[in-house]
DNA sequence: ATGAATGTCAACCATGTGGTTTAATAATTT
DNA sequence: AAATTATTAAACCACATGGTTGACATTCAT
């Protein structure tokens, strides 16, 4: 039989990565600032000289990206230098394309379904 | 010249749809949500039963999914109906897909100056 | 007509989020 | 040694989130 918290994991969908890394790309200055780090490396101050918000503000945002993982910092001197790190991203567009895909195949079942019936009722 | 706000949005990557639909997705009883949606409609009670949480509690989290247009919901008598939407998690996807691509490139143009120094010191 | 089923709403609570400001720390430059 | 630069830390605030419970409205079945 299988440990009681396996069957939450199945039931409730957990993946505690999943969730923060959705939860780091649903505001619009991390987004921003993946965006800029997709084309460089950015230094902390680059990145939040453009956003509208204080620095720690801006810093707390890189932050909620690091915890994700889809930002890894090294210190260089005392700048910290972002870069972006795919692999978390593909794992999440792996889930939403694997839903899409249960998502069309069952519209098809459907349409399937309806064309059946369409066909029954004109016979 | 733009108006200001324009500006914002650029400079914010603003899209509050996508916010939403981040949003939604980043919490583990809505991904459960879609998943079982995505297989077949489902009212509240059925949606919330296994759900270990009260009935309200999922509730909300539906409306969150609404929110985000993910699902949509009709009425039939007392029970609510609801329904997986595919439009906007394709926007979604798209936005990951584009992020993923100009990463790539970028590590791509990164290889490529690296092999061309490579190639400089051992001449 | 009663009662059970389905769902909403409102009030409440604890915690998280997103922002600020001010102060402190650490590395460079002058 | 002093000033400047880059960043963190801490305290605070307003508001959102995620959950609960209890009361209410509708609809369906008996």
Same mark, same amino acid.
């Given at each position: 039989?299988?440990?009681?918290?396996?069957?939450?994991?199945? %039931?409730?969908? /957990?993946?505690?990565?999943?969730?923060? &890394?959705?939860? =780091?790309?649903?505001? $619009?200055?991390? @987004?921003?600032? *993946?965006?800029?780090?997709?084309?460089?490396?950015?230094?902390?101050?680059?990145?939040?000289?453009?956003?509208?918000?204080?620095?720690?503000?801006?810093?707390?945002?890189?932050?909620?990206?690091?915890?994700?993982?889809? %930002?890894?910092? /090294?210190?260089?001197?005392?700048?910290? &230098?972002?870069? =972006?790190?795919?692999? $978390?991203?593909? @794992?999440?567009? *792996?889930?939403?394309?694997?839903?899409?895909?249960?998502?069309?195949?069952?519209?098809?079942?459907?349409?399937?379904?309806?064309?059946?019936?369409?066909?029954?009722?004109?016979?």
């Amino acid at each position: 039989m299988m440990p009681a918290d396996t069957l939450n994991h199945m %039931v409730l969908d /957990r993946s505690p990565e999943l969730d923060r &890394v959705f939860h =780091a790309l649903a505001h $619009p200055a991390r @987004r921003e600032i *993946l965006r800029r780090l997709s084309d460089r490396e950015q230094n902390l101050s680059e990145l939040s000289a453009p956003l509208q918000m204080s620095f720690p503000a801006a810093s707390k945002h890189v932050r909620v990206l690091e915890r994700a993982k889809l %930002v890894r910092r /090294r210190i260089v001197g005392r700048t910290h &230098v972002c870069r =972006a790190e795919g692999r $978390p991203i593909k @794992r999440a567009t *792996l889930w939403l394309e694997r839903y899409c895909q249960t998502l069309e195949s069952n519209f098809q079942r459907l349409d399937a379904l309806l064309e059946e019936l369409k066909a029954h009722d004109t016979k």
